[in-house]
């Protein structure tokens, strides 16, 4: 098993005028290829800090951070760019379609800043919907679809990268419980075919459908050992 | 990428109609004003001094006010001058006013110059039948006349004048020439005008000095020299004093007439560049709306990988397409503008490469100035607020 995911001792603080508000403190996480985790807490845990952090959208006030072996530390924007780019897909709780691109163009943003010409984007796109059940839909609006298939077409756009780590926050949270049952089966499906998950959720429900389990309450992490 | 800005731009520009046409519309005016002004300045200029050229940019004229012991020059001091260099031909202008008669038709005020044959050498579209003057005139002082348009009309109407004879000051002439008809700048018409050798003129008007003397140039660009040479030849002549006479120098009026209109189009065009000012402000807050509208979606392809150049990049090409758009509509519209008012006005019309240029220069770079500030803001937004927004 190769470590994707590496944190030690990440502490991340807000500051209110001079009032210091600690929302992660000494976290320690560590994530292998292939692993389907979730990360359970109430709100106000800090969940949404802890999926900015790992997703590089945000920089932890101290600690040391690996992903995929590269230490976060030393990045700048652009560089965190190219990395959320290569090694992270994200999957929003309200999908975070574009409105006014078909399903197939929402896809193939990601490959846009990846350099990719429009041939081999569209190519890999459509494989892509193909793998999550859309291939008819390719050229809807999100408007046009479901929210489940907007979901889907999120997971799409999330994996068209081939990313290191798929971050979900909330998934299903915009969902009714049978087609949040459904992407939680893909979830499980795309473990299955190797891909690693985090999927970060307050729904106890939800949170069993991954292979291990990690609490979050006031940004500490406790963990019950794989299930 | 930069196609798949291009396209975007397009695509955001498009969806936004009627917000793009009036961001647009303070460009389109600010460019369509400037090369209107600038093309229409530029058509007055040639043709104006395309018409004083035609007067003789190759031509010093001097003119004498005298002194109280010499009034005017003599054949002799013509004479000295005409051996100055880069001299082709010296001319004399005697001029005065009188009556004519032709088979008792009075012609009242008419002007009658005296000219010798360097003036018909230098303007052969002058004669239009018959001969001008000679030498052998001028030495004889020959009674014979040229006669303008304006006078044949008016005395001669609907027969030759050729060979009739024509009183001037009590005295016969004959006519031997007809001169051109000129439209135009009235200043150089002749219409109205009797000519006759100068040597004639001096006698019978009465005249004793030449007090106009045209001097015509080998090469129009020594003018400056020459202008000195004849000072060398007047000075003494008029015994060094001063105000004795003038020197006019034509290629120098053409030259400053040119400069001044030059200013006069860049104060235009300075003008109308704050209208380019203005619209750039309104382009620049159409990005920030824009940018304020989209904060959500640059914050998704924050996340999904756009750089912080890349998403700049991507607004200021959307700014730049927006003026060179706005622009290029301009350039069409001030074409247009300058091109009636041309035929309006009846000067001609060429519009430059340097004018079309100028415009959509100065259109993109008003797209680059007013679309950095917002474009910048936009690659700033933290994804993580951008992203929460919704
Ligand atoms: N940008 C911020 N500035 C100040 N406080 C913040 C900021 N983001 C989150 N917080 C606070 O940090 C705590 C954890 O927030 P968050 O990570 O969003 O929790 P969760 O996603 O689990 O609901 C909350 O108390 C929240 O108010
Ligand atoms: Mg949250």
């Known amino acids: 098993m190769t470590e994707v995911l590496n944190m030690q001792n990440i502490s991340k603080s807000y500051y209110m005028g001079e009032e210091e508000l600690e929302v992660l403190r000494k976290v320690n996480l560590q994530v292998n290829s ?12 800090g969940k949404s800090t802890m999926m900015n952090i790992i997703g590089c959208l945000d920089i932890p006030s101290s600690g040391k951070y690996l992903l995929s072996g590269n230490d976060i530390e030393d990045l700048d924007e652009t560089e965190l ?11 929003f709780q309200s999908f975070q379609l574009l409105p006014r691109l078909s399903a197939l163009q929402n896809v193939e943003l990601p490959l846009i800043y990846a350099g990719l010409s429009s041939t081999e984007r ?3 796109s459509l494989k892509m919907l193909d793998r999550v059940g859309l291939v008819d839909k390719t050229k809807n609006l999100p408007t046009q679809l479901s929210g489940g298939q907007q979901q889907r077409v999120a997971i799409a756009r999330a994996l068209v990268t081939e990313p290191t780590i798929l971050l979900a926050d909330e998934p ?22 190797g891909r690693t998950i985090i999927m970060i959720t307050h729904d106890i429900g ?15 992490l406790s963990e019950q050992g794989v299930q | 990428m930069l196609f798949e800005s291009i396209k975007m731009s397009y695509e955001n520009i ?5 917000r793009s046409f009036l961001t647009m519309l303070g460009i389109v005016i600010g460019v369509a004003s400037i090369i209107a002004l600038i093309t229409i300045v530029q058509g007055a200029t040639n043709s104006i001094s395309d018409q004083v050229t035609e007067l003789g940019a190759n031509k010093i004229t001097v003119n004498v006010m005298g002194t109280p012991l010499k009034q005017g020059l003599n054949q002799e001091d013509m004479l000295n001058i005409s051996e100055e260099e880069n001299i082709k031909g010296v001319s004399p202008t005697i001029s005065g006013k009188t009556g004519i008669i032709y088979e008792g038709k009075l012609m009242e005020n008419v002007t009658v110059q005296g000219k010798n044959e360097v003036y018909f050498n230098m303007d052969t579209s002058l004669l239009k039948t018959g001969r001008s003057i000679n030498i052998l005139d001028l030495n004889s002082k020959n009674q014979v006349a040229i006669i303008g348009s304006d006078i044949i009309h008016e005395l001669y109407f609907g027969v030759d004048p050729i060979g009739k004879d024509l009183v001037i000051n009590g005295t016969s002439y004959t006519v031997v020439g007809t001169l051109n008809a000129s439209s135009g700048f009235s200043m150089g018409s002749n219409n109205e005008s009797v000519i006759i050798p100068y040597t004639t003129a001096m006698r019978s008007l009465g005249v004793k000095n030449i007090s106009s003397l045209d001097v015509f140039l080998e090469d129009t660009s020594l ?26 120098n034509m290629g120098d009026m053409i030259e400053s007439f040119e400069s001044m209109m030059s200013m006069m189009s860049l104060l235009l065009a300075g003008i109308a560049a704050i209208s380019l000012v203005v619209g750039g402000i309104g382009i620049m807050n159409m990005m920030l709306v824009s940018i304020t509208e989209r904060t959500m979606e640059i914050g998704l392809r924050k996340a999904l990988g756009a750089t912080p150049k890349r998403i700049q990049l991507q607004f200021v090409i959307e700014s730049i397409f927006l003026s060179l758009v706005g622009g290029l509509i301009g350039l069409v519209l001030g074409g ?47 994804p993580i607020d951008a992203l929460r927004s919704l």
Not at chain 1, 81 to 91: C, D, L, P, Q, T
Not at chain 1, 206 to 220: S, T
Not at chain 2, 14 to 18: A, E, F, G, H, T
Not at chain 2, 348 to 375: D, E, K, N, R
Request: hydrophobic content about 45%.
């Open chain 2, 14 to 18: 498009v969806r936004n109609k009627l």
């Open chain 1, 122 to 124: 569209k190519e890999r």
């Open chain 1, 34 to 45: 292939g692993e389907f985790l979730s990360l359970l807490g109430p709100s106000g845990s």
């Open chain 1, 172 to 193: 299903t949270g915009a969902l009714d419980q049978k087609t949040g049952a459904q992407v939680m089966e893909l979830f499980e499906e795309l473990n299955h075919d």
């Open chain 2, 336 to 382: 247009l503008i300058a091109y009636t008012a041309a035929a309006f006005i009846g000067i001609g019309f060429s519009l430059s490469i340097a004018t079309i240029l100028l415009a959509v220069g100065f259109s993109g770079l008003v797209g680059i100035v007013f679309g950095y500030m917002p474009a910048r803001k936009a690659s700033q937004l933290n």
């Open chain 1, 81 to 91: 760019a190219f990395i959320r780019n290569k090694e992270i897909g994200f999957v």
């Open chain 1, 206 to 220: 939800i949170a069993r459908h991954a292979k291990r389990v990690v609490n979050i309450l006031d940004g500490q």
């Open chain 2, 223 to 248: 003018a400056d020299d020459t202008v000195t040479d004849l000072k060398g030849v007047l000075n003494p002549a008029f015994n060094y004093k001063e105000n004795a006479y003038t020197i006019f």
